[in-house]
């Protein structure tokens, strides 16, 4: 099996200019994996619990349950290559959410050339899927290695982090998270203990709350389909935790802090 064995088709690439203000976040589709490749401008990105910015050759990987990036730096809005892939089942690799691009110039010369293939031109969708998929995840994987040479962190503890962002609104158990980073599941409770000072399934709640905020705010999904998509389960159970957690429900919440 390939890096690429699950790609089926480019399906649509198109330039994003964001507006002045907030744009509207777009949830990724079943079957869908999007890159957003910054070309210009700024936009903020939550990465684990830290807000930070991100401007001109960061590549941003979402999939299914996962949306794209909206918070926009008003000053310098940012501007964007939006590429769309048709996929099939589960990646071999899974690339991070949050990567940089190596050569940014180079970065720049990919966006000319997906850009100009337009349907009046030579365009197979299957041919130029894999090859665009494979110099992006070229990049990603490349930024990932240079990454992890400076991170702080352990890189098991790295690893257990990056999988947790990417399938926290699944069911997933620490024994598939602790295997996923090749360690135990006492080993990774004593990483997140002295690195994080907080327990996996914390981290865990506290990311699927997280989601569940922004869906509140930012989208007129019902409280059943948002305590789905946030991973919180039956909508008695989400109404349960949000409560607890946050001090009020979430149609209190959604009322009281959405922008009208």
């Known amino acids: 099996m390939s890096l690429l064995s699950h790609v089926v088709a480019l399906e649509h690439v198109q330039f994003y200019r964001a507006p002045v203000g907030q744009p509207t976040p777009h949830p990724i589709d079943k079957g869908q994996e999007l890159v957003e490749l910054l070309t210009d401008g700024k936009v903020d990105f939550w990465v684990g619990d830290q807000r930070l910015t991100f401007g001109r050759g960061t590549m941003f990987w979402h999939r299914h349950g996962q949306q794209t990036i909206y918070l926009n730096h008003e000053n310098d809005p940012y501007q964007c290559l939006v590429v769309i892939f048709s ?146 389960g039956s909508p008695q159970y989400f109404n349960r935790v949000f409560v607890r957690e946050v001090g009020m429900t979430p149609q209190s919440f959604r009322r009281a802090y959405r922008r009208t």
């Open 87 to 232: 996929v099939r089942g589960e990646p071999l690799w899974l690339p991070p959410r949050v990567s940089r691009w190596k050569d940014v110039e180079g970065s720049q010369a990919f966006v000319r050339l997906m850009l100009d293939l337009t349907p009046d031109k030579l365009f197979h969708r299957e041919f130029h899927g894999q090859q665009a998929y494979s110099q992006l995840l070229t990049e990603a994987r490349r930024s990932a290695t240079n990454d992890l040479l400076t991170q702080p962190w352990p890189k098991p503890l790295a690893q257990a982090v990056e999988f947790l962002e990417a399938h926290f609104a699944e069911p997933i158990g620490l024994e598939e998270v602790a295997a996923w980073a090749g360690i135990s599941v006492p080993w990774l409770h004593s990483l997140f203990d002295k690195h994080l000072h907080r327990s996996p399934h914390r981290m865990i709640l506290d990311r699927r709350l997280k989601r569940a905020r922004e869906l509140l705010l930012e989208s007129e999904e019902p409280l059943k389909r948002i305590a789905s998509l946030s991973g919180l």
